[in-house]
Each structure stands twice: as C-alpha cells, then as structure tokens.
C-alpha cells in the first residue's frame, strides 16, 4: 500500500484489508512523507507483525508502488492504492483463482467506481464498444487467452483499467518488470501489456474493487493530449517486447484503432469545421505539426466522415483475430 497524504480514506482501506477472508497476509506500507497524519495514523498498527511500515522518498506515484513491490515476498501481490477499497473476499476469491491455475499468473475481477464520500459512479467508464464484444462472457467467470486480452486492449478497451482490481503472481514481476516512472501517469499502461503478453488471465466477474474518483488523486487532471500519451506508451512498449507477440502479427495494425482514436481528437472532419471552425483551425495546425501525413491524407479526403477511423471498432477487432489466428470466444466456461 503506497501511501502519499491519503489520510480521508486511509481507514476504510486499511479496514478493508483487515477485514480479508483470507488471513494469510502481509501489508506493506510505503508512505512518502505524508504531512497529513497518515504517517502518524499508520502507527497504530506498528505492533501487528503482518503490517510492515516504511518511509521511503516522494519521487512519484509509480516509485512509490515501486518501493512497495520491492519488498514483497509473498507468493501473490495485490497493489491496495490508499484512496480505494476492496470487499472482504477478494483476496480468497482470485487466490483461489490462481491456486487453480497454476500456469496463469494473472485474475482480475470487476470494480465499482465511487466518488470521494464512497457513493457509487453510475459507470466503469469502458466503451459500449468493449460490452458489444464481449457480450454474454462480461458475467461468465473465464481464462482468457493472452493474445486474444492484448488485442481487446489494444483495439477497444483494458477491462482492468485499475489496478486493485487485480491480484498476479509475485514471479510475474521477473518478466514484466516494476514500474515504469518516466511516464507519467501511464506506466501502469505499460505494465499491463508486459503483464498480458506474460500470462493469460483469469476472470472473474464479481464486484470486487473499487476505484475511487476525486480531485486529490495522481490521475484526476487528464492532459488535454491523453490519448496520444496513451498510444505512444502502447507503441513504445509493444516495440519493446516485439519478441513477445506472434511473428504473423504487424505492431502498426495492432494499434490502428488506437492510433486513430488519438487521430480523431484533431477534428479534421465536416461537422468540426461547421459547427466550430476555431477547434477545426486549432486542430488542423496540430496535425501540421505532429501528424503531416495524417493531415495531408484528411485533406485529400475533404474531411469526409467516408474514412476508415470510423469504421465499426468491433468488427475491425474479429478480422484482425481471425486473420491471426487468435483464440476467442473463451472455450471453457468456469463455474
């Protein structure tokens, strides 16, 4: 547990990790000098030999969970952020998951998101695109085939957007690595995909999590270029493990849809230049500038809506799995 001033929630976390169905734990705490009476909070617990207390420099939100992974020993490893919560049983639930699996080092389950006083969001945030797919196996407990999550992610949407909605295998971290922290808030981006084309995953579909949203938290200013910060760290990574992924896949067509997507933000279409001509012109010198290609192709095309980018995401994402090869649907259903 990386702890940086999260003294409004602290409780209800440290609770929710007392209150695990499975005893068979232990808390490691890393708080980076928090001023707020975290620190002090924390010490009530100094005497209980399964919570471990450190104090180690602030030098970011991934250093900090660093620090926490690096002092792991457990055989499983739950990353419990300070401002989240979790139900009693779900470090029993995708333990058991994991026992069962003993060549799959990966279960997520699915989350609630909350707001600051615990109340529940009225959504999860990913795409009607990613349920589309999906379908029946968003409620069917499952072991999905690595490359078959990797493209779902890629293409669509990363069903465990958060991670306290998940629980790996501590030999896990020899392959992927700890975190990234010269990315800024999207190392966990990163780690996800090293994470996936490591392991396949096993799902269960049971709100287990919480993922709580609030203007204190590390990610609440998302930059106005978010998702090209998203692609790039996609692009960087894939590139990085191309040893990874089969020989007949090509990286570029892989992350076409995400690509574009980030494309899509320039607004070079008819209705942008209608409706709004300033965010057109704004949009247009951007892409002068960082995409030249992609504008002079928007230009010939006189902006037409008529353009693969928008396209129909699903059926892009089952041509390029039955060109590849790639096992889906799931072919065992659990439980």
């Known amino acids: 547990m990386p702890v940086l001033n999260a003294m409004p929630f602290l409780e209800e976390r440290v609770n929710s990790i007392m209150a695990q169905t499975v005893s068979d734990w232990e808390l ?24 471990h207390l450190y104090q180690v420099p602030k030098e970011g939100i991934y250093a900090g969970w660093n620090e926490c992974l690096k002092r792991a020993k457990g055989e499983y490893v739950y990353i419990a952020t300070a401002d989240d919560t979790c139900e009693p049983e779900l470090l029993e639930k995708l333990v058991v998951e994991l026992e069962n699996n003993s060549d799959v080092d990966l279960a997520v389950c699915r989350y609630q998101r909350i707001n600051e006083g615990g109340d529940p969001l009225p959504n999860d945030l990913l795409s009607g ?8 196996w968003v409620d069917i407990p499952h072991r999905r085939n690595r490359f078959a999550e990797l493209l779902i992610m890629l293409c669509l949407d990363c069903q465990w957007n958060t991670l306290p909605a998940v629980l790996f295998r501590r030999s896990l971290l020899e392959k992927t690595g700890v975190f990234r922290t010269d990315m800024g808030s999207y190392a966990d981006v990163a780690w996800r995909i090293k994470a996936i084309l490591n392991s396949d995953l096993l799902y269960v579909p049971e709100v287990l999590a919480s993922w709580r949203w609030h203007d204190k938290q590390a990610t609440a200013a998302l930059p106005e270029n978010r998702d ?4 790039r760290a996609r692009l960087e990574t894939l590139s990085e493990c191309k040893e990874l992924l089969p020989s007949d ?3 570029d067509r892989a992350l076409f849809l995400r690509r574009h997507h980030y494309l899509m933000h320039f607004h070079l279409n008819r209705t942008a230049l209608k409706n709004s ?22 230009m010939m095309s006189a902006f037409s809506w008529d353009a693969v980018e928008y396209g129909d995401a699903v059926e892009y994402l089952r041509d390029l799995m039955n060109e590849w090869n790639v096992d889906w649907p799931p072919k065992h259903k659990k439980g």
Do not use: N
């Not at 980076?32 to 009476?37: A, L, N, P, V, Y």
């Not at 247009?284 to 030249?292: D, F, G, L, N």
């Open 28 to 51: 490691i705490v890393c708080d980076s000098f928090s001023d707020d009476g975290s620190w002090e909070y924390l010490q009530k617990f100094a005497d209980d030999e399964r919570i």
């Open 249 to 251: 896949w090509d990286i």
């Open 277 to 298: 001509p300033g965010s057109f012109a704004k949009g247009a010198m951007m892409a002068m500038i960082k995409e030249p290609v992609y504008f002079m192709q928007r």
């Open 129 to 136: 695109e990613l349920y589309k797919f999906l379908g029946e």
């Open 228 to 231: 090209e910060l998203v692609y």
